[in-house]
């Protein structure tokens, strides 16, 4: 639905891709971009930042909560995080069982590849711990599948560094002429899943 009518507005001059969480809109930081931040030498993710608000840094001589006021940075693709707005979904501090350890919902956020497998069930641990992380995660399928890049790696191996590896390895195209960028969800491509709302 969101890729068939995601562009049409309403009568309040928005779209279902600006305004809904499933369509990638709404209050939501934006899982695909970074930042680049001195302190660790390299871009960093939003869920970086949102662990670390209240930490020193020494190179701002003040938290990385002020990281949130630059509007072309952190501030732009962390709105949530940075608190400039505000959303009813949220996860929890709560836990969950995953493979014989107890799981956070930060853990979660991270690994797109159990995402599915966790979050179809909205009575499961972990959807009721972490409704944010799978409703803004769990829209989205790899294709084409399988996808295997030039080296033979698929979109899980790109899932354990996405930043990097999206932005490097993934941009080169494969025997097929696709790119990660293009197939994996986790570096930006993939299709929709139209059926899981």
């Given amino acids: 639905r969101c890729r068939d009518y995601g562009e049409e507005v309403n009568n309040f001059d928005c779209t279902a891709k600006e305004a809904c969480c499933a369509c990638g809109g709404g209050c939501n930081d934006d899982r695909f971009k970074a930042v680049y931040v001195e302190d660790t030498g390299r ?89 944010e992380s799978c409703t803004l995660f769990s829209v989205c399928d790899d294709s084409p599948q399988p996808f295997e890049d030039l080296e033979g790696n698929n979109c899980s191996w790109y899932q354990r560094s996405r930043y990097h590896r999206c932005t490097g390895a993934g941009s080169i195209p494969n025997e097929s002429n696709v790119t990660a960028v293009e197939a994996c969800c986790i570096c930006g491509g993939g299709v929709d899943k139209p059926s899981f709302y």
């Fill in 43 to 131: 871009d960093e993710p939003c869920v970086w930042l949102a662990a670390r608000l209240d930490t020193f840094s020494p190179s701002l001589n003040n938290t990385y909560s002020v990281l949130c006021d630059d509007d072309d940075g952190f501030g732009g693709i962390c709105k949530e995080t940075c608190g400039k707005c505000f959303d009813d979904v949220f996860d929890t501090d709560g836990h969950f069982m995953y493979d014989g350890f107890m799981r956070n919902c930060q853990w979660l956020s991270l690994r797109t590849d159990v995402q599915d497998e966790l979050c179809h069930d909205t009575n499961s641990d972990a959807y009721l711990a972490c409704t």
